[in-house]
């Protein structure tokens, strides 16, 4: 197993990519902290990996509340003995899209910038102290493909502030990983295309749409991003930091 041994904490863990993500780092052998606003639903997805033979324990955190963070994280270091992976699956609070950036409120456009960026800010840092001081751990952040405004064949707009917000996440994650990598701690980004099993209602024109926009004419999997995750979090990917995992099916090739 990838992870065997490992000790994780997935923020957003009761979301759709955190619960995949979580179950993925279980089933390799991880022990999976959940960490999220709603402590019902975190169990539900605690009971849900064990019953899979995992091994999950669920904690109310505020993934924008440092004290909380951090008490969280000293608990989990003081119970399992150290912190191996840190993944924020948090959603960006206050995504605002599919209105014309003239017509958007300032507070509109800054609200995801500024809660996407700070929790992440928030969780990355404070995993990485611990990991510092153990010189190992992997901090895996999240993005989306409009942190690059264009594709093949396809235009990003109507993103309000959530494409600054993805863009400034990447820059964190490269800025992050420049720091602490003398001390052995890696971070990656992973940014995914859309994934339709997150979404709702009848999007089957939109879909159509982004899928055309891809290489391989599809948009990406939850399993997909969760095993991606296994892999960034893996000795296998050991000599990769500072870095974006590119999940887009092609909707953007580098």
């Known amino acids: 197993m990838l ?7 997935v923020y957003g863990a009761a979301g759709s ?31 849900e990996l064990k019953s899979e033979g995992g091994a999950a324990e669920a904690a109310p955190v505020d993934a924008l509340n440092q004290e909380a963070i951090e008490k969280h994280l000293n608990e989990v270091v003081q119970k399992a003995g150290r912190i191996d992976i840190s993944f924020n699956a948090v959603w960006i609070r206050g995504d605002l899209q599919g209105t014309p950036l003239l017509d958007m409120p300032a507070e509109d456009f800054t609200v995801p910038v500024l809660t996407g960026i700070k929790t992440h800010f928030l ?19 999240l993005s989306s493909s409009s942190s690059v405004l264009s594709g093949r064949d ?3 707009h109507l993103t309000g502030g959530f494409s600054t917000a993805c863009a400034a996440i990447e820059a964190f994650s490269r800025s992050l990983a420049g720091e602490i990598g003398p001390a052995g701690v890696r971070v990656v980004c992973l940014r995914p295309d859309a994934i339709p099993e997150t979404w709702s209602g009848d999007v089957a024109n939109v879909k159509a749409y982004m899928e055309d926009g891809t290489v391989l004419g599809r948009l990406p999997q939850l399993n997909e991003v969760a095993n991606a995750a296994c892999l960034m979090a893996s000795d296998h990917a050991s000599a990769m930091t500072g870095t974006i995992a590119n999940l887009t099916c092609g909707s953007f090739m580098e």
């Open 154 to 156: 396809r235009r990003y």
């Open 123 to 141: 969780t990355g840092t404070a995993a990485a102290r611990h990991m510092v001081q153990q010189k190992s751990g992997v901090i895996l952040t």
């Open 3 to 9: 992870l065997e041994n490992k000790n994780a904490v």
């Open 17 to 47: 990519i955190g619960r995949a993500v979580a179950r993925a780092f279980a089933r390799e052998g991880a022990q999976v902290f959940l960490a999220g606003r709603t402590l019902s639903s975190l169990q539900k997805v605690a009971e």
